[in-house]
């Protein structure tokens, strides 16, 4: 179960990683999450947490410098004592065809949506190594599976994540932590409310729509939970059909 757990959750004031938060809350855990811009959306999902009941704390943090993603760790162990569950939601998009795309462009990138998973996993894999416990959810993209052309930045970053769960799950199994990925596809976030061409896209997802973000963070804390224990290495397709 989740109940009590210790939950840190980078991106969490909106999008998919704000329904990671509050999925976790209301099944118990207690969150530390990240957000880098809004300090408005990141105090209204602390002021929903408190009606609910649940705990947790709001740390404005860039998981690209490993320094801070080192204080969110070290801050987490402070208040909770332990970390039991690290979900690295964080990520941008800039899209562009490869022929215009900036160097800059596809560094933002590359460095917010993979290194800082790289870097906020190693600030606490000590710690859970120590424990003899811990599960790491990252959150890739089908965008890393199969590919989608104007983001060569985003699915490259995204495809690194799925060998970075991979070769952790298999460097950590031995101590108790288990490692796994969820690979969202087109889901109704803001990220994706001004997708051109929508229509089209529709067309090609078998399931008719796109998913909505309380149903990846379902999975999410399917696989945080003890339901999941035998999980480890997987990257789960959350896609209505579209990466078949």
Same mark, same amino acid.
């Given at each position: 179960m989740i109940k009590d757990k210790v939950a840190i959750v980078t991106g969490g004031s909106r999008g998919i990683g704000r329904a990671i938060v509050?999925?976790?809350?209301?099944?118990?855990?207690k969150v530390v999450f990240t957000y880098l811009k809004s300090d408005e959306a990141a105090a209204k999902l602390l002021d929903e947490i408190k009606e609910l009941k649940g705990e947790a704390e709001a740390i404005k943090s860039d998981s690209r410098e490993y320094s801070q993603a080192k204080k969110v760790i070290d801050g987490a162990l402070a208040k909770f004592g332990h970390i039991d569950i690290l979900v690295n939601n964080a990520g941008i998009i800039k899209d562009k065809a490869l022929m215009f795309m900036e160097p800059a462009e596809w560094r933002d990138v590359i460095e917010t949506n993979l290194t800082g998973y790289f870097?906020? /996993? *190693? &600030?606490? #894999?000590?710690?859970?190594? @120590?424990?003899?416990?811990?599960?790491?959810?990252?959150?890739?993209?089908?965008?890393?599976?199969?590919?989608?052309?104007?983001?060569?930045?985003?699915?490259? /970053? *995204? &495809?690194? #994540?799925?060998?970075?769960? @991979?070769?952790?799950?298999?460097?950590?199994?031995?101590y108790n932590i288990r490692v796994n990925a969820v690979a969202p596809g087109y889901i109704e976030t803001d990220m994706t409310k001004d997708l051109k061409y929508k229509e089209n896209l529709l067309k090609m997802i078998p399931s008719g729509r796109f998913g909505a973000p309380e149903e990846v963070a379902k999975v999410v804390s399917f696989?945080?939970?003890?339901?999941?224990?035998?999980?480890?290495?997987?990257v789960i397709k959350v896609d209505g059909g579209l990466a078949m």
């Open positions: 509050l999925e976790l809350v209301r099944s118990g855990a870097n906020m /996993a *190693k &600030a606490c #894999i000590v710690t859970m190594m @120590k424990q003899k416990s811990g599960n790491i959810i990252n959150i890739s993209s089908v965008a890393g599976v199969v590919g989608t052309p104007r983001q060569i930045n985003y699915a490259s /970053a *995204k &495809a690194g #994540i799925c060998g970075l769960t @991979k070769s952790l799950a298999k460097e950590v199994a031995l696989l945080a939970s003890d339901r999941s224990g035998y999980i480890t290495g997987q």
